[in-house]
């Protein structure tokens, strides 16, 4: 599991050039995010050199240290992504629009269906049910389609140097010289997100170490795979020895009383498996988002309870409405997922100049009648 996370990673196949880590012309990282582009810095490459020693000594051989950090380098966009990654908080209702919308059950379904002999094979292993598993995998990548496409050692040891949480971000630098080390992986397939987490359900390389698994019986801990099996039964022994109780449920949505995330949206009892997913993820959202995304790959039906509207008189539904209706009009929202994100407000702004308003970001019941 990664740290903090978002749930966005990045698409696309890994396009690993050399990037140079003392004084050459910045060259690209990665082909699928122009964002993280290695460049020139100093104090990154003298971290280098002394995180060696302390590698070496932690028994890191030289000839790993020379191969993971040969096409290493300094990411300045993973420092942007840290440093902003908290700039809001989303609703309950905005997270589920998010990692559980129809189209994203429909994805789920049929992945489910490809993989169901594996997960049951998971399932029966770990007492973990092979839906939940499903889930998770769905949060984390979208069923494999968004593993991650940044190099593990150049993102961690970025994050190591520059200090906010040094610490934790060596132990993850070391930890992945243990995967390369243990012959897991090699350095170019080892990638992940901004923040060093990988494979199908992104674990972060010292949960990679403490409970990853070998399901295939091949001898390597595969995660990165085209093959989920090492990720998705990885995932079910983590949540097992995460205190996982085999045949009780998640929870589920409850008339009253227990959890409600959202004021007037819907509740939920709740018990030791919601803690279990919860250490996956330390976040409310996250573990009732896994839950409901579950059901729904088992076959259960939309929440019974509806959400209220939002701080602005909206429901999901209006804010659906006024996304669809800016987009016609040429002011791109991004989709309508009546999530009001960075690219909504942008729109709303942009539509607001144009007609001579005071361009706040902000949707209303009337930018939405004068949008008709």
């Not at 494999?144 to 994050?159: D, K, M, Q």
């Not at 998640?250 to 995330?261: I, Y």
């Amino acid at each position: 599991m990664s740290i903090s996370r978002r749930h966005f990673v990045i698409t696309g196949t890994a396009g690993i050039l050399q990037a140079c880590s003392g004084g050459a012309a910045t060259r690209p990282l990665v082909r699928a995010d122009p964002t993280m582009r290695a460049v020139a810095n100093r104090g990154w490459s003298n971290w280098v050199a002394s995180f060696k020693g302390r590698a070496a000594s932690a028994g890191i051989s030289g000839d790993i240290l020379e191969r993971g950090f040969r096409n290493a380098g300094f990411l300045p966009g993973v420092i942007e992504r840290d440093r902003n990654q908290t700039e809001f908080k989303r609703s309950f209702e905005d997270y589920l629009a998010i990692v559980a919308n129809d189209d994203k059950i429909a994805l789920g379904k049929q992945a489910f269906a490809r993989q169901r002999s594996k997960l049951d094979a998971i399932e029966a292993r770990y007492g973990v049910p092979a839906n939940v598993v499903a889930a998770i995998w769905g949060v984390e990548s979208n069923f494999g389609t968004r593993r991650g496409t940044i190099p593990v050692i150049s993102a961690t040891s970025t994050l190591a140097f520059e200090g906010r949480r040094g610490a934790f971000f060596e132990k993850q630098v070391l930890a992945a010289f243990r995967i390369l080390q243990s012959g897991d992986t090699t350095p170019d397939r080892l990638v992940g997100s901004w923040a060093g987490a990988m494979g199908h359900t992104q674990f972060i390389p010292t949960s990679y170490q403490q409970f990853a698994v070998d399901f295939t019986g091949d001898g390597r801990r595969d995660i990165w795979a085209d093959d989920p099996s090492d990720a998705l039964a990885s995932t079910a022994a983590y949540l097992a020895r995460s205190g996982w109780q085999r045949g009780q449920s998640w929870g589920r949505e409850s008339a009253d009383g227990g959890l409600q995330p959202d004021p007037g949206g819907p509740r939920f009892s709740v018990g030791q498996n919601f803690r279990a997913i919860k250490r996956y993820n330390n976040s409310d959202n996250y573990a009732l988002g896994v839950g409901h995304l579950a059901d729904r790959l088992a076959g259960g039906g939309p929440l019974r309870t509806p959400f209220g509207p939002d701080k602005y008189g909206l429901t999901i539904d209006q804010r659906k409405l006024l996304q669809t209706r800016l987009t016609a009009k040429g002011f791109d929202t991004g989709g309508a997922d009546g999530v009001l994100g960075p690219k909504t407000k942008g729109a709303i702004s942009a539509y607001q100049r144009s007609v001579g308003l005071e361009a706040t970001g902000n949707p209303s019941r009337a930018l939405l009648d004068r949008l008709s």
